[in-house]
């Protein structure tokens, strides 16, 4: 059965960094794109980041040179470095990867750790 953890998610001031962990654990046969989302209360939930199996990333205007995505094949695990963060960067952040397994291919979800930024 296959499986994303978050981790890494706390407080931090306004300036400061956080790094964001997703793993993916389960019969995994190939990971396509894996992607970091957040949502705030209240807003919808929007895509922050995301890179493909080749390397190629795409990001958020409002996080552009502010956040880098990376991932590691090896370990299934894609990471969110967050620097320079500010109060707006407060919401729930959720992975998902597109993964193949035993079960064929979908799109799988982390249940989301909380980021939260104070002024």
């Known amino acids: 059965q296959v499986k994303l953890v978050e981790s890494g998610g706390g407080l931090v001031q306004a300036g400061g960094s956080l790094r964001l962990s997703c793993a993916a654990s389960?019969?995994?046969?190939?990971?396509?794109?894996m992607e970091w989302y957040r949502q705030a209360p209240g807003k919808q939930r929007e895509l922050v980041a995301g890179?493909?199996?080749?390397?190629?990333?795409n990001y958020a205007d409002s996080v552009k040179g502010r956040f880098l995505v990376s991932r590691d094949n090896a370990k299934n695990t894609v990471y969110l470095q967050m620097n320079s963060l500010k109060p707006e960067d407060t919401a729930v952040y959720y992975c998902?990867?597109?993964?193949?397994?035993?079960?064929?291919?979908?799109?799988?979800w982390g249940q989301g750790t909380q980021v939260t930024v104070s002024s």
């Open positions: 998902n990867a597109d993964l193949s397994s035993s079960t064929g291919w979908g799109v799988y």
């Open positions: 389960g019969t995994i046969f190939r990971i396509n794109a």
């Open positions: 890179i493909n199996s080749g390397g190629t990333t």
